[in-house]
């Protein structure tokens, strides 16, 4: 699997208990407010693609969400994925072959009739074009996929994977019409025809206008009418003042902690504005190339493992906007455990010592850790730099920050020039397998050259093949204590999902869950 652009930001989170879930929270009533007024979000993030094959960062999967369908969706709080565009969906064959039935009357915005044809289109076309900055690796398990009716849809896969239904149910599985879209070739004109509840009507780099779809048919139910997103291409300042001015009702995604503190700060003064609160599954690591000279060695990563402070970092640095993560899969993720911790336990300088000494170091280990501003946040710096002088207040190391342009950064990782980096991680669909798999064996999305046979050859195989997903537990603590042993990575933080808006906004809490799914037919304004 390809390292893909659904690496990300800073922590998408607010530990501002005064509004969360108050004011701007809970809808009184489904009829109240107007459903005919335009919602204005702002958001740092770009949208980096219209096209569902070339798209997976959070801006384009935002698009995506909205403006196409997929067979199955993530209904609001949840995460295990139910019918959408299908009626229903099911497995046979031992978690290799996935059936399901379309739902009867399905449209494209433009009238064209959505059929198994445009669904089977709409996957092997994403196969077909894998683009490296699309969603194509998400779908490697297809083998064929049949269409003996018009309402009917058969994958075949390659092996059993019982995380195929969360796989399409997420942006990779938006389907489009095959009148519209080119077999072997993105669209270059902007434009995106879908099925889901809105259509785009225009696209800017500074701004997207969606409307409502009326030939749409699916489980979402409308609240408004129109929605105007505002792109501020990582101007954070720019994005806190425009909600500060009432330039928009809504703040998603980009705002520093330091934005978050000040717009709270304005709570019930005249301007109203409120914060809402979260549950996410973003991640952040400090990655590791175990062929690196001087990290290679595991006596080096260990220290670091017993040096790094995870609750200063997230106290000073992200001003409690985020909480310290000790495993791979975040919590709220079936199959988490605390592996790092178990085995780490809190920082401890003589136990770095310790690990230095084993491995036969006696001198300062001379150390560079490499950070980039402008994917992961301004604050990925400060940070970084936090860590550095953690190492370097122990005595046992000299370590110094660099900091490079996203695209140079990735150029570099791939060509394996970093030692110690920083990666972040935004999740495709609420599994643990989407916090494992991409991790390991040839070209995972970290770049650190680390691989474990029983990992890629039987662990992940194992709990792929499993339709329940509740008793996968033993085998995913498995994986995370393994990982902890051998640290490819260090987990650094969880971030918690928020939104800053007018107190004139309702139903926010349903748009800000671990499917990472903003849902703009939730909200609603007052």
Not at 75 to 95: H, L, R, T, Y
Not at 239 to 264: C, M, N, Q, T, W
Not at 489 to 500: N, T
């Amino acid at each position: 699997m390809k390292a893909h652009n659904k690496w990300l930001t800073a922590p998408l989170a607010a530990g501002l208990a005064a509004a969360m879930l108050s004011g701007c929270g809970t809808e009184q009533g489904g009829d109240s407010g107007d459903a005919g007024a335009t919602i204005r979000v702002g958001m740092s993030d770009e949208i980096m693609a219209t096209d569902p094959a070339a798209g997976y960062d959070p801006g384009s999967w935002l698009l995506f969400n909205n403006v196409f369908q997929s067979l199955l969706a993530f209904p609001k709080g949840g995460s295990q994925p139910e019918p959408e565009a299908a009626d229903e969906c099911g497995f046979s064959g031992g978690s290799r072959v996935y059936t399901c039935t379309l739902r009867e009357g399905l449209k494209f915005s433009n009238g064209n009739p959505l059929t198994s044809k445009d669904v089977k289109f709409s996957f092997e076309r994403a196969l077909k074009i894998a683009d490296p900055s699309g969603p194509a690796p998400l779908l490697s398990s297809i083998h064929t996929i049949e269409t003996p009716d018009e309402r009917t849809v058969v994958f075949k896969l390659k092996v059993p994977d019982a995380t195929f239904p969360s796989k399409i149910a997420s942006g990779a599985g938006s389907i489009v019409d095959h009148r519209e879209y080119a077999a072997d070739a993105l669209r270059t004109d902007g434009k995106a025809i879908g099925s889901g509840p809105y259509k785009l009507e225009s696209i800017s780099d500074t701004e997207a206008v969606f409307s409502a779809n009326g030939d749409y048919k699916g489980s979402a139910k409308r609240k408004n009418e129109r929605v105007t997103l505002k792109l501020f291409r990582g101007d954070r300042e720019a994005l806190a003042k425009a909600l500060s001015a009432d330039e928009i009702d809504v703040a998603y995604r980009g705002l520093s902690a330091d934005d978050i503190a000040a717009l709270e700060a304005s709570a019930g003064s005249d301007k109203g504005v409120e914060v809402v609160q979260g549950s996410s599954a973003e991640v952040q690591h400090l990655v590791f190339n175990v062929k690196d000279p001087v990290v290679g060695k595991l006596g080096v990563r260990k220290a670091i493992a017993h040096l790094v402070d995870r609750e200063a970092l997230v106290q000073n640095v992200h001003k409690s906007t985020a909480t310290p993560l000790y495993s791979i899969v975040p919590a709220g993720i079936a199959g988490h455990n605390t592996a790092f911790f178990d085995t780490y336990g809190s920082p401890d300088k003589k136990k770095a010592e310790k690990a230095l000494r084993s491995a036969g170091i006696t001198g300062k280990v001379k150390l560079t850790l490499w950070s980039t501003p402008s994917r992961y946040g301004p604050s990925t710096d400060q940070e970084v730099k936090a860590i550095a002088q953690q190492l370097n207040a122990s005595g046992l190391f000299d370590a110094d920050v660099k900091s490079v342009e996203y695209e140079q950064y990735e150029k570099d990782i791939a060509a394996g020039k970093y030692g110690v980096y920083v990666k972040g991680w935004v999740p495709d669909y609420p599994d643990a397998d989407n916090f494992t798999t991409p991790f390991f064996g040839d070209d995972n999305v970290l770049g650190n050259r680390y691989e474990n046979a029983l990992i890629t050859g039987e662990l992940l195989p194992a709990v792929a093949a499993s339709p329940d997903r509740s008793a996968t537990g033993s085998t995913y603590n498995k994986v995370q204590d393994l990982v902890a042993e051998e640290l490819p990575l260090l987990p650094l933080w969880q971030g918690k999902q928020y939104a800053v808006a007018s107190e004139r906004i309702t139903g926010l809490e349903w748009t800000l869950d671990a499917s990472t799914v903003f849902r703009f037919w939730e909200i609603k304004k007052g």
